[in-house]
């Protein structure tokens, strides 16, 4: 390709990390290209459905008045499951109802996705789908484009940024990053349930443009490591599951027998009870955690979002997207410095992660970067202690003639045989150290 023909940047994926990165490229006058692998932006991204939004109202302030999100999320609730009860803690806030709404929105990606992919458009960005990568172009040390299926063949750039996903061959095929390990990766499954509107606010107690979020733990996921979960959207539910995918491997199950069997516990059976599925998707998330990220750059070459692992594990906030969008925009950050230059060598490339670890991408993984051992080493803690904490809240709150001194007394008589004390107060000082 003629040099006039070169682009400053070429992104490869039209996710949160690819399209915020090129948008901030795109809005300082760089020439940009998305090269996204489906038909539409979206059509091939899957994520629970909650949108973390403090890092996309600094790129477009007050996005919410224009872009398709479903519902602000002013109610949240945690529950245990066992195989036929629930024990809820919940919470809600009237300060979420207000502008920037706690910058968490649920959203579908199907339409979320084209909307924030045509913003980038508009400040400049080609994007162009179908557009299938195959290689990354190297020249000596440096990544100078990429192989793709178009007409076009071969597109040459200054710096290729790897937005492309958890699975990221990419990345693994410069030696980034290594083979996905089971224990570091998680399987979701999720369906979109489609309920009238009325349906949704009457059964989740909400009022207009109010949402709810719903996380489960324990039986929801038959005691493995991992949650499921009820998103409120406008006229639909996100419901899904992520479970270990080294549980799914050596449990002999499928997520898809996980998420029936979620949807058919008492708790959530009423919830979603007359909803028409929609839409079916499966997804991987990665679980790194910040001890076994990849390579970030190297010469003319930057990874974002999943891509690099930007997943914060701490189950009461699932959040992936925020970070993906931090990156992103790091990355175009990172760019700019090196265009200023005109050097675009790993050593200036690696003023990216510099930036990641002063913001609260790094600081949140190291923070959390224990959580996936912390599950392998104490499995108790999502199936026999979920269960026998809901056990023991059944028996405290049965009414009956028997006098509560001595009901309390069997309740103490039943701990002391089932849980190992020790064990317990190791296992919860861990939990601490990496949850709070």
Known sequence: MANEEKFDCIVVGAGPAGVTCAYALAKAGLSVVILERGEVPGSKNVMGGILYSTILNKVIPNFWEEAPVERRIVKKTFSILSADSELQMGMRFEDFNKPPFNNTFSVLRGKFDPWYAKKAEQAGVMLLNEAVVDKIIVEGSKAVGVKTRLEEGDLFTDVVVVAEGVTSLLSQSLG????????????????????????????????????????????????????????????????????????????????????????????????????????????????????????????????TGDAAGFVNMNPMFHEGSNLAMASGLAAAETILEAKQKNDFSNKVLS????????????????????????????????????????ELARDFFTVSEMPKGKSRGLLIKKIIKRVNFLKLAIGLNRARKVMF
Not at 254 to 270: G, V
Not at 368 to 379: L, N, Q, T, V, W
């Open 351 to 390: 003023g990216y992660r510099r930036r990641l670890a002063d913001s609260f991408v790094l600081k949140d993984l190291k923070r959390y970067k224990g959580i996936s051992d912390f599950a392998i080493r104490h499995p108790e803690f999502f199936k026999e202690y979920p269960e026998l904490m809901i």
């Open 176 to 303: 980034l990053r290594g083979t996905h390990m089971p224990e570091h990766m998680v399987t979701c499954c999720k369906e979109i349930l489609e309920l009238p509107r009325g349906v949704i606010e009457e059964r989740f107690n909400l009022e207009g443009e109010e949402g709810a979020s719903l996380e489960y733990f324990g039986g929801s996921v038959k005691g493995f490591v991992g949650s499921a979960f009820i998103y409120t959207n406008k006229e639909t539910l996100s419901v899904g599951i992520g479970a270990s995918t080294r549980d799914i491997k050596y449990g002999k199950t499928t997520p898809n027998d996980l998420i029936e069997n979620f949807k058919a516990h008492p708790s959530i059976r009423r919830l979603v009870k007359g909803g028409k599925l929609l839409e079916y998707s499966a997804h991987m998330i990665p679980e790194f955690g910040y001890d076994h990220l990849p390579e970030l750059t190297m010469n003319g070459l930057i990874l």
